[in-house]
């Protein structure tokens, strides 16, 4: 079968490799799209600004280089293994990445499994990713997709999860107001998780003109934090008040420091992007405001759920933002992403 095979920083090939089979417990799709992660373009590009070392081999499962990206993804159930009863063949199904977790540190005593050092997921730190003809994952991964889901929009639930985590952390209740950092996949989630938890009064800020068309075909509110005056469109947006949350879905030093400045007293930030450089920061803004400033990696497999449920119920939109190209595009869709251009490519992988 084809497959993509990361071997190390600038060096992602298209291969032939032998089809995987499924084992006990475990189900085999023909996958049908795999999206390309924010996470992706780090491995590629910066894959020393990782919290791990993907050229070590993974110390759970022993998954070392060459190995087949891809955590975003969704597929045909065509055989499973012995003790599988939940996930049948003919099931359509996105899979929830997550492979292994250490169970045994505080990070997970705590149930907080993406935050576990020695944490692998499929198509990231470990072998079996998406950008294949075919994966093979545990049953429990793959989560079954009602009718009204089809297999395009369900490559999108992994990373439409993430945002739905996203605000789960901010803790924002129906009615109140929303900063959105961001307008790449994950802002583009988190804005969508945003509306169909009922918060409507949401600014999303992006400095790309061609993202900002984006958010704004599908109903956004945008603003142009470079060349515009983001703090006037904040006090615009809640009569002078502040958000009472923001979200960075952006990874940049800036976008942190104007999500903090535009908060109300007692707001909170959620960082929800990986950043490959450090930044400064003044910690004075923190005190004065009493703001609160939490991390989000990751989704709990009820989030996961949660997305595919209001997919269902028509939340989400995949006009303009989505593109598609076959898996032989995906060195070139790398480098168009990490340039700014477009929202979100899934490859045909089917």
């Not at 049953?139 to 739905?164: F, I, Q």
Request: proline share 6%; with cysteine; net charge negative.
């Amino acid at each position: 079968m084809k497959a993509a095979r990361f071997h190390g920083k600038g060096d992602l090939r298209v291969e032939e490799v032998a089809e995987p089979k499924p084992g006990p417990g475990q189900v085999k799709l023909r996958n049908a799209f795999a999206g390309i992660c924010g996470s992706d373009l780090h491995f590629y590009f910066f894959p020393e600004s990782l919290p791990f070392d993907p050229s070590e081999p993974h110390p759970l499962t022993g998954a070392a280089l060459p190995q087949i990206l891809g955590h975003e993804f969704s597929g045909t159930v065509v055989e499973v293994g012995e003790g599988v009863e939940d996930v049948r063949v003919g099931d359509r199904a996105a899979v929830y990445p997550l492979a292994v977790s250490c169970g045994e540190c505080a990070a997970c005593r705590r149930g907080l499994p993406f935050s576990c050092r020695l944490m692998g997921a499929l198509g990231s730190n470990v072998d079996g990713g998406g950008l294949a003809e075919y994966t093979v994952c545990d049953a429990s991964k793959a989560h079954v997709l009602p009718d009204g889901v089809d297999l395009r929009t369900g490559a999108l639930v992994e990373p439409m999860a993430v945002g739905w985590h996203a605000v789960s952390r901010s803790g924002v209740e129906a009615g109140g107001s929303a900063l959105v950092a961001g307008a790449g996949p994950i802002g583009i989630g988190t804005w969508f998780a945003l509306k169909a938890r009922g918060v409507e009064n949401v600014l999303v800020s992006e400095p790309s003109a061609d993202r900002r068309a984006l958010m704004s075909a599908l109903g956004a509110r945008v603003v142009d934090p470079v060349n515009e005056d983001l703090a006037a469109a904040i006090a615009e947006l809640t009569d002078g008040a502040g958000v009472d949350v923001a979200v960075d879905a952006a990874g940049a030093g800036p976008a942190i420091t104007s999500a903090v400045a535009g908060l109300v007293p007692g707001g909170r930030l959620v960082v929800a992007a990986l950043h490959e450089h450090p930044m400064d920061f003044q910690p004075t803004q923190l005190m004065m405001g009493e703001t609160d400033i939490v991390g989000a990696v990751g989704y709990r497999p009820e989030e996961f759920d949660a997305v595919i449920a209001a997919m269902a119920d028509g939340f989400y939109d995949t006009t303009g933002w989505v593109s598609e190209l076959p898996l032989e595009g995906v060195v070139d869709a790398l480098h168009a992403l990490r340039d700014g251009v477009g929202a979100k490519v899934l490859l045909r992988v089917g």
